[in-house]
């Protein structure tokens, strides 16, 4: 069934022929999901069921293709999404090179700390691949993935994986992903067994059986359903007509007669379902070699190509009127910029998603969000940590590029002469931060530039510079994700730094309404300067952020002035007044001053600007803010006490237990500031046996007596 495995690709190989695939036979997917669920044993498998890998890597023994950084290797677990471009052909269910179906596959991390990968992933993607744990479900990591999802319109097929082991729950599983997301669901498959005896499935579009000797047995046999399943797997299939019935006209009339669709009917209105984005279709089993094959064949079968998703829309940056681009290749290029890596053997490179038009290597291309030219120096297409170069790239492909300097991730790219402005990605706000030194002179330039480039590679880890320690702070998502780019610092670029300990990032904001005067007079001999103003502050709703208004009335202070107050209150808000963390959620206007004629400037104005702002604040009852985390503990029974209690003693708020499978869910929030070293103190408690899912809620009001405290610490004046 399946063609020999062809020999692994050298590091680089040039590519002349013609290489476009009907854009219909394009799929461009990622798998995503809760960490440990089985993404990346899961896309392993594809490879090597596609021809693309000899051998079959595996995560316990560091030997997978698409986790290929030591740091993934060493810990098990995915850190950076990582692209693979492999074939499949629907008819005879086997891999064919530049064959039928063309699917570039984008493994993506389970861990919250490197959420900025997900996301990034989804903005550019047609179709997901949405791995669950078949013992437990919707886990937290889920839910999240799963609304990133839906915030970008990502259509998406369900995989329950693990039902072969122990614990395995198909029924309680799926009903998890109807009641917490809310998704309309239906399986396409029902497993044959359960854990140790699970050696199949039925299909229950076709109603036939297909079964399988061993775990890597990659042959299914065809056979009639067991007697013993034929009322349960009548259940079920009656239950997805139900569900895609209304999303086909044939379909639904045969269904208000009574009558089942047929084959072809069902799989075209399970297609539209997923493709609308208003069904989720599951399939069951694991992700033993044979199962893979039905996993591939869903792939292409109910997953859009670019042509099933609606046209890119944009911004015309001239006129500022929206436009549409076409998926076709004769069509003006555009292009959105996801990732960034800095790759040691090729230099810097940039993933784009092309969703109209063709580039060709040596073509010069607009960047719209920067306003530059840039030329392609090389376009390569990805397989994990392989490159394989090309002379040319079309519409619906996802492909790396060569020699674009100023670009980075989120950015829009388009042809010279048709600019079009694509939505960018958003990312969250870090939590955690750290100060970081070099360990010797020698390190303190490499440093620098380590930082700068792993800066730019990713979105979430921000750096700035403490002016008054004059220490650099690094901040980021989570501990991990900042253990992992210092460990990367050590490895790629010969730098050895000290850290101090994580620190959170608190915010500060005001609880009420209050009014402040700046004035900022300086005469020194000739012109002097002279600055201004009245604001007054009110708080908005938590994560509201910042907002500036003018209210100034009767030319008080001339409009040129007004930008300079404005920026003056940002440099104000971002140091912070209270601790010296930057002030959010907070509304902040002008609505009165003074000036000169000669001596008043921007820069008098701006101090005048900072000087009233921090005047209103400390009349508003200031109040810090600190990010509160949704923990999620899988845990025995007998460790359950013990938890909850150590929990409690966090200042958390336990909100519920579960029980799943052989384990006993834990929910709860807790301040991050009390979580430092939890996962180990988690193991101690249990002897090992539970496990811990911290993930960022939102921000909340800090006790008073521990405010008190930071504030003290902090050296800043008490409010």
């Known amino acids: 069934m399946v063609t020999p495995p062809k020999k692994k690709a050298s590091m680089v190989i040039t590519v002349t022929k013609d290489r476009a695939v009907p854009m219909e036979k394009i799929r461009n997917i990622g798998i995503i999901a809760h960490i440990d669920a089985g993404k990346t044993t899961t896309t392993e498998r594809i490879l090597f069921e596609t021809g693309k890998t000899y051998k079959l890597g595996s995560v316990d023994e560091g030997t997978t293709v698409t986790d290929w950084m030591a740091q993934e290797r060493e810990r098990g677990i995915t850190i950076v999404s990582a692209a693979i471009t492999t074939f499949w052909d629907l008819q005879t269910g086997s891999a064919i090179e530049n064959g039928h179906y063309r699917v570039n596959i984008i493994d993506t991390p389970g861990h919250i700390d490197f959420t900025a990968e997900v996301e990034r992933s989804l903005r550019v993607l047609d179709g997901a691949v949405m791995v669950f744990d078949g013992r437990t479900g919707v886990e937290s990591q889920s839910e999240t993935v799963w609304h990133q999802a839906d915030k970008y319109g990502v259509p998406r097929i369900c995989i329950l994986n693990k039902l072969n082991l122990i614990g395995a729950d198909f029924e309680g599983s799926i009903k998890s992903i109807r009641e917490k997301l809310g998704a309309n669901t239906a399986p396409i498959e029902y497993p044959i067994g359960l854990e140790h005896t699970l050696h199949g499935v039925v299909d229950l579009i076709k109603m036939k059986a297909y079964t399988y000797s061993g775990p890597e047995d990659n042959k299914l046999t065809e056979e009639e359903i067991p007697a013993e399943l034929v009322e349960v797997v009548g259940k079920y299939r009656r239950e997805l007509i139900e569900s895609v019935a209304e999303f086909d006209d044939e379909a639904l009339a045969l269904y208000l007669e009574g009558k089942d669709p047929d084959e072809e009917q069902l799989k075209r209105a399970i297609r539209k379902g997923v493709i609308t984005g208003k069904f989720f279709p599951i399939l069951g089993g694991d992700n033993r070699m044979a199962t893979v094959q039905l996993l591939l064949d869903a792939v292409v079968e109910y997953l859009p190509s670019p042509l099933d998703v609606p046209p890119v829309e944009g911004v015309n940056p001239k006129t500022g009127a929206k436009e549409i681009r076409e998926a076709k290749n004769d069509t003006p290029f555009s292009a959105l910029a996801f990732k960034v890596v800095t790759d040691p053997h090729v230099g810097r490179l940039v993933y784009i998603r092309i969703y109209s038009g063709k580039i060709r290597a040596g073509d010069v291309i607009y960047n719209v969000s920067k306003q530059k030219q840039e030329r392609i120096g090389k376009l390569v297409l990805?397989?994990?940590?392989?490159?394989?170069?090309?002379?040319?790239?079309?519409?619906?492909?996802?492909?790396?590029?060569?020699?674009?300097?100023?670009?980075?991730?989120?950015?829009?790219?388009?042809?010279?002469?048709?600019?079009?402005?694509?939505?960018?990605?958003?990312?969250?706000?870090?939590?955690?931060?750290?100060?970081?030194?070099?360990?010797?002179?020698?390190?303190?330039?490499?440093?620098?530039?380590?930082?700068?480039?792993?800066?730019?590679?990713?979105?979430?880890?921000?750096?700035?510079?403490?002016?008054?320690?004059?220490?650099?702070?690094?901040?980021?998502?989570?501990?991990?994700?900042?253990?992992?780019?210092?460990?990367?610092?050590?490895?790629?670029?010969?730098?050895?730094?000290?850290?101090?300990?994580?620190?959170?990032?608190?915010?500060?904001?005001?609880?009420?309404?209050?009014?402040?005067?700046?004035?900022?007079?300086?005469?020194?001999?000739?012109?002097?300067?002279?600055?201004?103003?009245?604001?007054?502050?009110?708080?908005?709703?938590?994560?509201?952020?910042?907002?500036?208004?003018?209210?100034?009335?009767?030319?008080?202070?001339?409009?040129?002035?007004?930008?300079?107050?404005?920026?003056?209150?940002?440099?104000?808000?971002?140091?912070?007044?209270?601790?010296?963390?930057?002030?959010?959620?907070?509304?902040?206007?002008?609505?009165?001053?003074?000036?000169?004629?000669?001596?008043?400037?921007?820069?008098?104005?701006?101090?005048?600007?900072?000087?009233?702002?921090?005047?209103?604040?400390?009349?508003?009852?200031m109040t810090l803010l600190e990010p509160i985390m949704k923990v999620e503990v899988a845990t025995p029974d007998e460790y359950m006490g013990d938890i909850i209690g150590d929990l409690s003693s966090k200042r958390a708020q336990v909100q519920g237990t579960e029980k799943k499978g052989l384990e006993t869910f834990i929910y709860a929030l807790a301040p991050l500031s009390e979580l430092s070293g939890y996962a180990t103190k988690l193991r101690s408690i249990s002897q090992g046996r539970a496990r811990a899912f911290v993930e960022p809620s939102h921000y909340e009001e800090v006790p008073k007596n521990i405010a008190d405290a930071i504030v003290a610490k902090s050296g800043k004046t008490p409010t």
């Open 382 to 621: 990805l397989h994990a940590d392989q490159r394989e170069l090309i002379e040319e790239a079309y519409t619906g492909e996802i492909v790396a590029v060569v020699g674009i300097r100023d670009t980075s991730t989120g950015d829009s790219l388009s042809a010279l002469n048709s600019p079009i402005f694509l939505e960018s990605i958003s990312f969250p706000e870090p939590v955690i931060s750290l100060a970081i030194e070099p360990a010797t002179k020698s390190d303190q330039e490499k440093m620098g530039l380590a930082i700068q480039k792993l800066a730019d590679e990713d979105p979430t880890f921000k750096v700035k510079t403490n002016f008054e320690t004059g220490q650099t702070i690094i901040s980021g998502m989570g501990e991990l994700q900042l253990e992992v780019l210092v460990d990367r610092m050590k490895r790629e670029f010969n730098v050895v730094a000290n850290t101090g300990s994580p620190q959170v990032a608190y915010k500060e904001t005001v609880k009420k309404f209050a009014e402040g005067e700046g004035k900022y007079i300086r005469q020194t001999g000739g012109r002097g300067q002279y600055g201004h103003c009245f604001v007054n502050v009110e708080p908005k709703g938590r994560g509201e952020g910042f907002e500036f208004e003018n209210k100034i009335r009767g030319g008080a202070i001339p409009a040129e002035f007004i930008s300079s107050i404005e920026k003056g209150v940002k440099e104000k808000l971002e140091k912070g007044i209270m601790a010296g963390f930057p002030m959010t959620d907070i509304k902040v206007a002008v609505y009165d001053g003074t000036y000169h004629d000669v001596d008043s400037s921007d820069i008098a104005f701006q101090i005048a600007g900072s000087m009233a702002v921090e005047a209103a604040a400390r009349r508003a009852d």
